[in-house]
């Protein structure tokens, strides 16, 4: 066995002959783009999670940026959001000039915390975006109390659901998911808002198609837009994808139930929290966070050297240079971010990975945790 076959990938995608044969069918039909298979895609995807509307996207970033601006986000307005995610959620409200405000998590959840939210809300604030991190659902309900618009960054989140039965994504805000190559669904690159409102879904389609007017064909743009266009090929792969969605799903979920009983006895180390009151995750990443006896980026040389993947999972957004440099931020605003930040561990985590994949990691990162 080489080296390279002997080392555990942190993601890997579900990809067969279905989507192949829906790629080289598009291919020979010619329409590659602006074709048939978008609102196609956008139906059953908005269909599976029991919202009116999903309009297709070139990614989730650029879904997160066009739902700022359907919400009607505009410079100088601030938008309370969590500072543990990946970037591309603060990202998109600078794309707008307004101003991401970060309020601290939860420790159990790792979401935004709803009671630092409360006290983040000023009368600039014009919409909140809470991020589903990880694949749990954020307590959206909470947070609609405050009756400002809401824009949910769903990307890591598709298969999760509200403790009240809704799937997340499914109320109606504007939600953003996510298509990259490590997700529970992929289209390569790719995203889709879900979406409650007619008006939004005009505004969005729109502005995702350079701003082109509805009934106008090529004649008139009558609007500021972007190319955020999905490829018909992409909408092909994320229709194969629908299909084979509730068994990725639940590999992820045994997956994770595999590494939560082989890591339950590891002292010291955190595990992603358990389903609490109704929510259930939609497996993302399964991210453990290090004892603090243990510097993370040792534990990553370790399980390196071991042939086992792993990467820092996430760092605190207001901490990155850009960040600190454009706002002043320092650490110590938001401890708790910071601290699951430093310790956080994204572990080697795809729906074909075996019991022994997950086996040899968990023994190996006991291991690295004891020398
Ligand atoms: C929480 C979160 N938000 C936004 C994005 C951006 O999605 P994309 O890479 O499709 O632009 C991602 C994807 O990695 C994500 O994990």
């Not at 082989?262 to 609490?276: N, Q, R, T």
């Not at 600190?324 to 080697?348: I, K």
Request: include cysteine; hydrophobic fraction near 45%.
């Amino acid at each position: 066995m080489s080296i390279a076959e002997d080392i555990v990938p942190l993601a890997q995608p579900v990809l067969g002959e279905a989507e192949e044969a829906a790629v080289i069918e598009v291919l020979r039909s010619g329409q590659l783009s602006l074709g048939p298979r978008i609102p196609a895609f956008e139906e059953r995807f908005a269909a599976r999670l029991g919202v009116p509307h999903g309009s297709a996207c070139s990614s989730g970033t650029a879904a997160l940026h066009l739902a700022l601006r359907a919400v009607g986000v505009e410079a100088g307005d601030e938008v309370v959001t969590s500072p543990f995610s990946f970037v591309a959620s603060a990202n998109a409200i600078l794309y707008e000039g307004a101003r991401p405000v970060f309020a601290d998590i939860d420790r159990r959840t790792l979401n935004v915390d709803p009671a630092a939210v409360a006290a983040s809300v000023t009368e600039r604030t014009r919409a909140l975006l809470p991020v589903h991190i990880f694949g749990y659902p954020a307590d959206v309900p909470a947070l609609e109390a405050h009756g400002l618009p809401i824009v949910e960054d769903a990307c890591e989140a598709l298969g999760a659901v509200h403790a009240d039965g809704k799937p997340v994504g499914g109320r109606g805000h504007p939600a953003a998911f996510g298509f990259y190559a490590n997700k529970q669904l992929t289209t390569g690159e790719g995203g889709m808002l879900t979406l409650g409102s007619a008006e939004h879904k005009a505004q969005v389609d729109s502005e995702r198609n350079q701003g082109r007017a509805p009934d106008m064909g090529w004649l008139d743009h009558d609007r500021l837009g972007f190319n955020y266009r999905m490829t018909d090929i992409q909408a092909a792969i994320g229709l194969v994808q629908l299909d084979r969605l509730d068994g990725m799903l639940a590999d992820r979920a045994r997956v994770a139930a595999s590494y939560r009983e082989a890591l339950g006895g590891v002292e010291g180390l955190e595990l992603p929290c358990e389903d609490e009151g109704g929510d259930v995750r939609g497996w993302f990443v399964f991210v453990v966070q290090v004892p603090r006896s243990h510097r993370r980026d040792d534990v990553i040389a370790g399980l390196r050297e071991a042939g086992v993947q792993s990467k820092p999972y996430l760092p605190a957004i207001h901490l990155m240079s850009f960040y600190r440099e454009r706002f002043g931020h320092r650490p110590g605003e938001f401890p708790v971010c910071e601290d699951v930040a430093e310790r956080s561990l994204a572990l080697p985590f795809f729906p074909a990975m075996t019991e022994g994949q997950v086996g040899r990691v968990a023994e190996t990162l006991a291991r690295v945790l004891q020398s």
